[in-house]
C-alpha cells in the first residue's frame, strides 16, 4: 500500500502570533513526505482507527488550549480527487469520532473517517514548515503529482 502525506500545518509560527478561534482552518496544502515511519504507541493499526505519532501528541498538548483538539477533515478537491483538512476546535458532533492518547485529541466525522481509516497523523518539523500530516493512509490508492491530494481504492 503506497502512503500518502498529508496536508502542512504552519501553527507553529501562527501559534505565537494568532489565538485560534473554535474551527480556525489551519492547513490547506500538503508538506513534504515524511523520511522517516511514523511510530505510533499503539501496537497494530486497527480496522477504523486514527493512530496518533508521538510527534504528534506532544504537539497537540503544546498547541491546544482547555477542550480544544484537532480536527481531521476530507473534502473533495485537488488534482486526485480528495484532499486533508487541518483546524482545531471545541464542539464533538454526534457523528465524530474521537481518537485519544496521551491526554491529546483528534477527531474525525464519520464522513471523513471512512476515507482515513488506519492511517496514522504526525507532527513533522522541517527547516522551513512544521505540519500535521497523514501518512500510511490504506484508503488512499496515489497522490497527484504537486503532493496536493490524493485518490482513494475503489
Not at 62 to 76: A, M, P
Not at 87 to 112: C, K, Y
Request: glycine share 10%; aromatic share 6%.
Amino acid at each position: 500500500m503506497a502512503a500518502v502525506r498529508g496536508l502542512s500545518l504552519t501553527a507553529a509560527a501562527l501559534r505565537a502570533v494568532t489565538p485560534w478561534a473554535r474551527g480556525r482552518l489551519l492547513a490547506a496544502s500538503r508538506g513534504p513526505q515524511a523520511r522517516r515511519e511514523a511510530s505510533s504507541s499503539s501496537a497494530e493499526a486497527g480496522e477504523g482507527q486514527i493512530h496518533l505519532t508521538a510527534s504528534c501528541v506532544q504537539r497537540l498538548l503544546e498547541i491546544t488550549e482547555g477542550s480544544e483538539f484537532l480536527r481531521l477533515e476530507v473534502e473533495g478537491g485537488g488534482c486526485s480527487g480528495f484532499q486533508y483538512k487541518f483546524s482545531l476546535d471545541t464542539v464533538i458532533n454526534p457523528d465524530d469520532r474521537v481518537f485519544e492518547q496521551g491526554g491529546a485529541r483528534v477527531v474525525v466525522d464519520s464522513d471523513s473517517l471512512a476515507f482515513v481509516k488506519g492511517a496514522q497523523v504526525d507532527f513533522i518539523q522541517e527547516l522551513i514548515r512544521s505540519s500535521f500530516q497523514v501518512l500510511n493512509n490504506p484508503q488512499a490508492q496515489q497522490g497527484c503529482s504537486c503532493g496536493s491530494s490524493f485518490s482513494i481504492k475503489l
